[in-house]
């Protein structure tokens, strides 16, 4: 892990900033590691260029999504990991066009 956001903010998977520099699979619990390992994999192989999940938890939807970093030419580098609360997002009817004045 090199980066986290929202050090003081809500978290949806809380972190300290001792996370930074350990490795992802310490950031992820034992039963889900083989998923994080096969992502990492996949990534490396350049047989996958997104992985995503959505569950359920504590009454909110949450979406993570993981990207391949690669370099100018082509080689992995690390891999992006994204926690999005989408339960607003879920809800969301009709159409809003314009940005309204806060």
């Known amino acids: 892990m090199r980066y986290f956001s929202h050090e003081h903010?809500?978290?949806?998977?809380?972190?300290?900033?001792?996370?930074i520099g350990t490795a992802v699979q310490n950031c992820?619990?034992?039963?889900?590691?083989?998923?994080?390992?096969?992502i990492i994999a996949d990534f490396k192989a350049g047989s996958r260029d997104?992985?995503?999940f959505?569950?359920?938890m504590g009454g909110r939807m949450v979406?993570?999504?993981?990207?391949?970093?690669?370099g100018e030419d082509g080689r992995y580098l690390g891999t992006l990991e994204?926690?999005?609360?989408?339960?607003?997002?879920?809800?969301?009817?009709?159409?809003?066009?314009?940005?309204d004045a806060a």
Not at 28 to 33: A, E, G, T, Y
Not at 63 to 70: D, Q
Request: proline share 6%; hydrophobic share 35%.
């Open 9 to 19: 903010g809500e978290k949806i998977f809380g972190r300290t900033r001792g996370a």
């Open 28 to 38: 992820h619990p034992p039963k889900s590691l083989h998923l994080v390992n096969q």
């Open 50 to 52: 997104v992985a995503e």
């Open 54 to 56: 959505w569950i359920e």
């Open 63 to 70: 979406h993570i999504r993981y990207w391949p970093v690669r």
């Open 82 to 99: 994204t926690v999005q609360d989408v339960t607003g997002i879920r809800s969301l009817a009709g159409e809003r066009r314009l940005l």
